[in-house]
Structures are given as structure tokens and as C-alpha cells.
């Protein structure tokens, strides 16, 4: 019988999504066990993104199944029908993620606390006098507790993404999704934002990583998985991919890098 | 000098008229206008149609020509027909208009809230209602009170078409002084009162505005 901690926290097969008509995802498949840090990696419109979004039902999939933690969120048929778990339960399926955006995405007319607390509050129903020191708490671990009373817009782009882990933390996730976290950031500001996830990464979250930071894949990734026309090309533990890219494209992409 | 404090029992009489509607109008007409709103962006196609329709309907026509038949016409429309006294057919009337310019001023505003917000908003767990609520509504607020500060100033100065029902509000109030005494003092007036209570307005909002301003989008 296989034990608890064998099974994936999340189990992507054979995803496959079209955008008006054009294939942007052709049969993506992935496994992330307990506590594993994967990179994915590629050139954009690879589809990596898209395929982060697709596991949280930011987007939906044409064909294929998403497990989460063993629970079915989307399955697929016989017949190619491709089905969604009803809504309230797909919310809390999807609740074991937490997401990250590249755009931060918090809540402007918020404080940087009352961005923290709101989904503590209004989803899981937490008093506020619980919610509060879990913010402070989160807050002191990425650093920011003195801005816990600024709007965002008075922080950094390092600072609001640091926030925003904060804030997607708050929920108590298992699973945190990256969605190209450093990006939008001036070179300077993305180390900040790296510390807090590598921190993350030594306290054992399971974490899916879609980032354009080398150092950060081969560094603190366990796998890394490279994407391109809307399909994984290769899929290696952290060291060996750059050591030994495998495939042709991963190679070109790598080199193109410098 | 004596004339006009003469004179200001009568218009403030008017004034008070004037203000009933613009708050009654005010209180009846946001509500319906943001459920409007909500309709009208949903993905109930039938229901967003038939709102498109309405606010077609309301913006196409006077607003003079539907308080007239509002009160002088619905009675006799069969099954829904019914005979309101001056007062709420009035309003009735400024409300179904008003409503349908409040809904699309809400519908920008609303619309103006970026995509990333409300996948913020599932992404934590939040309902497509307690996103609305919680996330894109406060953020609503602060876009739209310069619209909102042209369409209630707008408001103050169309509480006068009430005329046609007869009823004595400000303007109306100052008419009857000027045909009775020969002079337009009483128009000089009561462009006064109409000041002020813009004044008031105008202050209002800008009061509102400063205070949103605490943050940035």
C-alpha cells in the first residue's frame, strides 16, 4: 500500500490546451512529489506559463487530468470530454496552492496587513485577532513588518512581491505556484524577492517554479524541467541539466543565454 | 434688500422640494444603477440585453417626456397601469432614468478593474462574489467619483423639470415670483441657491477624492 508521502501533491497528464485554434499546450505532463522544488524553464510563449495557470483553474484545459494532493480537480473521459470538479469543491481543491503572479497583483486600495489578512478572514473565516499576528509573523519573515500600514503602491516592485508571498502564504498553502515571480523586477530587486523563495524552499515547500533566473533553477530547483512549443523538451535533475542538457533545443536555449 | 429676504421664505420652500427628489432620486437610483451594473456585465446574456436595452430606452428618451408618462400615461396601460400622485411619480421617474446613467458610469468603473485582481482574488480562495465585493467594488468607488460628482451636480439642476407636474420646486417658486412682481430678482436668487448647493457638492466629492487618494492603483 503505498504510503501518504509517495503520492504526487500535484499530478498533471497529458494537458493539452488550444487559444483560438493554436495549440499552446500539446499533451504537458508533470509529477511533483512532497517538498520538491521544480524549475520550468523556456522561451516565451512556450506555453510554461499557461500551463502553471491551468493547475489552479486560472485557465481551463481541453484535455486532461489535474490531481491534486489525490483529489481531481479535471479529468478527462473516454470520449476526449474533459470535466471540472464542481465549483466549491474545485475552489478548495485549488485552495491547497498558493500563487505568486509576476505582476504582484495585490490589492491597491489595502494595506499591506489588510492585503495579508483578507483571504484568512473572509475565506477561512479566521477571527481577526488570529489573522493579525500570522500577518506580522509572515510579514517579519520576508522582511517588511515596517510597512504592514503602507498601501502598495508606496512599496518597490521587490517589496510587493514580497508581499504577495506574504499574502499567498497566509492561506497556508501546500503547494506554492511562481509564476515568473522576478520578471517584472529591475535586476537589483529580484535578489530580495529570490531570498524569500529560497527560504521557502529550505523549509521544505513543494514549490513549481516558471522563472527566467538560471542561478535560481540550478541553485535551489531539484528538477528542472524545460518547455518549448508548447511541450516539455527535457527533464532532468537540477545539476545534470546544465551540466548535460540533453536534447538539441535545450542546448540552443541554454547557449542563447550565454 | 427688504424684497429679497421677502422672497427667501418662499424659495427656500422650493429648495426644500428640490432637495427631497435629489436625495430621494439619489438613494433609490444608485442602488438600482450598481445592480444594473452587475446585470449588465454578467454572463447572463438574456438579462445583460435586456439592461442594454433599458439603458437605451432611458438615455433615448427626455426624462420630461417619461415623468409625463409616467404619471399621466401609466394609468391608463393595461394590467400595470397605476395612477401615482405628483410627488412619486416624480420620482419613480428620475430613478428609472437616473439608474440607467449611474449603471454605466458603475459599468466603467467596475470594468476599469484589471484582470489581475480578480484572479488575485480566486487564486486566495474568494468566490467570484466576495471578490466583487471585497476587491473590485471599493476599487470601483474611487474611479468613479468624478462622474459621479458631473452626474449628481447634473442631478440638482434637473429637479426643475418637476415643473411639469406642477410641483413647486425651486425654480418654479422663482418663476411665479417674476410673473406676480415684475421684477427677475427672484431668478438672481435662486441661481444663487442652485450655487451653493453645487458648492456643496463640488466640495463633497473633492472631500471623497482626497480621501481615496490615500492610495495609488
Known amino acids: 500500500m503505498p504510503s501518504m508521502t509517495t503520492e504526487p501533491m500535484i499530478s498533471a497528464r497529458n494537458i493539452r490546451k488550444q487559444f483560438g485554434g493554436v495549440d499552446v499546450l500539446r499533451g504537458v505532463s508533470l509529477e511533483l512529489g512532497k517538498g520538491e522544488v521544480i524549475a520550468v524553464i523556456g522561451p516565451s510563449g512556450s506555453g510554461k506559463s499557461t500551463f502553471l495557470r491551468c493547475l489552479n483553474q486560472l485557465e481551463t ?45 495585490l490589492f491597491p486600495h489595502l494595506t499591506v496587513l489588510q492585503n495579508i489578512i483578507e483571504a484568512p478572514i473572509t475565506v477561512k473565516g479566521m477571527s481577526r485577532e488570529a489573522a493579525v499576528p500570522l500577518a506580522q509573523e509572515l510579514l517579519r519573515k520576508v522582511g517588511l513588518l515596517e510597512k504592514c500600514d503602507s498601501h502598495p503602491s508606496r512599496l518597490s516592485g521587490g517589496q510587493k512581491q514580497r508581499v504577495a508571498i506574504a499574502r499567498a502564504l497566509a492561506m497556508e498553502p501546500d503547494i506554492m505556484l511562481f509564476d515568473e515571480p522576478t520578471s517584472a ?39 528542472v524541467i524545460f518547455m518549448d512549443g508548447g511541450e516539455i523538451v527535457e527533464e532532468q535533475p537540477a545539476a545534470s541539466f546544465f551540466a548535460n542538457p540533453l536534447q538539441p533545443r535545450t542546448r540552443a536555449f541554454l547557449n542563447h543565454l550565454g | 434688500m427688504d424684497y429679497i429676504f421677502e422672497i427667501i ?13 435629489f436625495f430621494a432620486t439619489l438613494v433609490l437610483a444608485v442602488p438600482l444603477g450598481l445592480g444594473l451594473a452587475l446585470v449588465r456585465i454578467s454572463r447572463f446574456t438574456v438579462a445583460s440585453r435586456l439592461v442594454s436595452g433599458y439603458i437605451w430606452l432611458m438615455r433615448g428618451t427626455p426624462l420630461m417626456l417619461q415623468m409625463l408618462f409616467i404619471y399621466f400615461a401609466l394609468p391608463f396601460v393595461p394590467y400595470v397601469g397605476i395612477r401615482l400622485p405628483d410627488f412619486p411619480a416624480a420620482i419613480v421617474a428620475f430613478v428609472l432614468n437616473y439608474a440607467a446613467y449611474f449603471a454605466e458610469i458603475f459599468r466603467a468603473g467596475i470594468q476599469s478593474v484589471g484582470r489581475g485582481q480578480y484572479e488575485a482574488g480566486q487564486v486566495l480562495g474568494l468566490s467570484h462574489a466576495q471578490t466583487m465585493r471585497r476587491i473590485v467594488l471599493p476599487q470601483m468607488v474611487k ?45 438672481v ?24 487618494a490615500v492610495y495609488d492603483d
Open chain 2, 9 to 21: 421664505g418662499p424659495l427656500l420652500q422650493g429648495t426644500a422640494v428640490t432637495l427631497q427628489v
Open chain 1, 61 to 105: 484545459i481541453d484535455r486532461g487530468d489535474i490531481e491534486i494532493e489525490g483529489e481531481i480537480l479535471a479529468s478527462t473521459d473516454s470520449h476526449g470530454i474533459c470535466r471540472y470538479a464542481p465549483d466549491k469543491e474545485a475552489r478548495r481543491i485549488c485552495r491547497k496552492m498558493g500563487m505568486v503572479f509576476q505582476q504582484f497583483n
Open chain 1, 185 to 223: 523586477l529591475d535586476p537589483e530587486l529580484t535578489g530580495e524577492v529570490l531570498r524569500s523563495m529560497r527560504q521557502l524552499a529550505d523549509e521544505h515547500m513543494t514549490m513549481l517554479v516558471v522563472t527566467h533566473e538560471m542561478a535560481f533553477a540550478r541553485d535551489v530547483s531539484s528538477r
Open chain 2, 143 to 187: 474611479r468613479i467619483l468624478p462622474p459621479m460628482s458631473n452626474e449628481t451636480i447634473t442631478l440638482i439642476k434637473d429637479t426643475s423639470l418637476i415643473y411639469v407636474l406642477a410641483m413647486n420646486d425651486l425654480l418654479r417658486a422663482a418663476r411665479g415670483m417674476v410673473q406676480r412682481d415684475f421684477t427677475t430678482m427672484p431668478f
Open chain 2, 189 to 212: 436668487v435662486a441661481a444663487a441657491f442652485y450655487l451653493i448647493m453645487t458648492l456643496v457638492l463640488t466640495w463633497g466629492f473633492l472631500r471623497l477624492e482626497k480621501k481615496y
